[in-house]
């Protein structure tokens, strides 16, 4: 490790060719601010991996409050993944986390990685090894409210299905989950879940394969550096109108060349995603979104998807 950077992050960061940048807000516990304001959502997006080293990604759900900080290394979660939803038995004790705390309302985003040091039927505790927050880029607004939400299942599907391919055409946010591989992420556990925004279309498909870019972000590179160093990685998406969620399994590969006749403007870099699994959760949640409106810096990225759709 060099600071809070593992290998595959210092990689990711030559091969970017931005250096390695400052990281003074990268902390080994939370400060106040973040504590409180993990207490006042009532969704947390969450990831772990399996002893296969496959990630996986949820989104848990409580009134606001239900996530706590009692101290600045924990958070206790009163809630924890449905028994039938996929990987929902890998939340357990001493394994890596890496949890996303995001407020559409506000744009405003923090993260924390660590350990899982307790599970039960009350929940999750989580020992914090790493905190920091991220800028407010990409992030559209959303005014949450409560809904129904189905008991259904998780359905595992062949993808592509239409109902997948029209859940991500419509889509403006997804989520990645991402591990370091081995003892690679250091002390923070080497999980991470990371948000991704663009306009609706952002994530292009081509058979089996997502193509998602890379805009400017902040230079941390700690979703591609895990990358570099384990290939495979969990996508969440979350239909913010009706509560559904369509989790993904897969392998990605990054370009970081561009083509010869560059990239559209304000792509800096982009990765292909394989799909190998994929589940389907029609809403799943207790929650619904509002939109509100777009980020600056997501109308900023509207050559990308006005580019022709990529060949996978």
Same mark, same amino acid.
């Given at each position: 490790?060099?600071?809070?950077f593992?290998a ?6 030559e091969?970017a060719?931005v ?10 516990s ?13 969704y947390?997006f969450i990831?772990?991996?399996g002893?296969d080293?496959?990630?996986v990604a949820t ?5 606001p409050?239900f996530v706590r900080?009692?101290d600045?290394?924990?958070l ?8 039938d939803?996929p990987g929902?038995e890998? %939340?357990a004790a001493?394994?890596? =986390?890496g949890a #996303? +705390?995001l407020?559409?309302?506000?744009r $405003?985003?923090?993260r924390?990685n660590?350990?899982i ?12 090894l ?9 992030i559209?607004t959303?005014?949450v409210?409560?809904?129904p939400?189905?008991?259904a299942?998780?359905e595992a ?7 997948a391919l029209?859940?991500i055409?419509r889509a403006d946010?997804?989520?990645?989950a ?7 992420g250091?002390?923070?556990g080497?999980v991470?879940i990371?948000h991704?925004?663009?306009?609706p279309g ?6 089996e ?5 890379? %805009?400017?972000?902040n230079r941390? =590179?700690?979703? #591609? +550096?895990?990358l570099?160093?384990?290939? $495979?990685a969990?996508?969440?998406f979350?239909d ?6 369509l989790h993904?399994?897969g ?5 970081w060349?561009?083509?010869a006749?560059?990239w559209?403007?304000?792509?800096q ?9 994929a ?5 799943a ?5 509002t ?5 600056p810096t997501t109308l900023?990225t509207a ?6 759709a990529?060949?996978?």
């Open positions: 490790m060099n600071g809070p593992h595959g992050e210092l990689t990711a960061q091969l060719g250096g390695t940048p400052g990281a003074t807000g990268i902390r080994p939370m400060p106040d601010q973040h504590r409180d304001f993990f207490a006042l959502l009532p947390l990831a772990t991996v002893d080293g496959w990630p989104v848990l759900t409580g009134l409050g900080s009692p600045p290394t924990t206790t979660v009163a809630a924890r993944p449905r028994a939803e929902a890998l %939340f001493g394994r890596p =986390f #996303l +705390g407020d559409f309302a506000t $405003r985003r923090n924390a660590g350990r040091s307790a599970a039960g039927e009350e929940g999750l505790t989580l020992r914090v790493q905190s920091f927050g991220n800028c407010p880029q990409y559209q959303r005014a409210e409560t809904g939400a189905s008991v299942p998780a599907i062949a993808f592509p299905t239409p109902e029209a859940q055409a946010t997804m989520f990645v991402t591990h370091a591989g081995g003892d690679g250091g002390d923070n080497g991470d990371s991704r925004g663009g306009l952002f994530v292009k498909v081509a058979g394969v997502l193509i998602v870019p890379d %805009f400017r972000g941390f =590179f700690n979703t #591609l +550096g895990n570099m160093l384990d290939p $495979r969990a996508l969440l979350v913010f109108e009706t509560g559904d969620l993904l399994q392998r990605a590969e990054i370009d060349a561009p083509p006749d560059g559209p403007e304000g792509v870099r982009r990765w292909r995603f394989t799909v190998e699994r589940w389907r959760r029609p809403a949640l207790l929650l619904r979104w939109f509100g409106d777009y980020s900023a050559a990308w998807n006005a580019a022709p990529p060949v996978a």
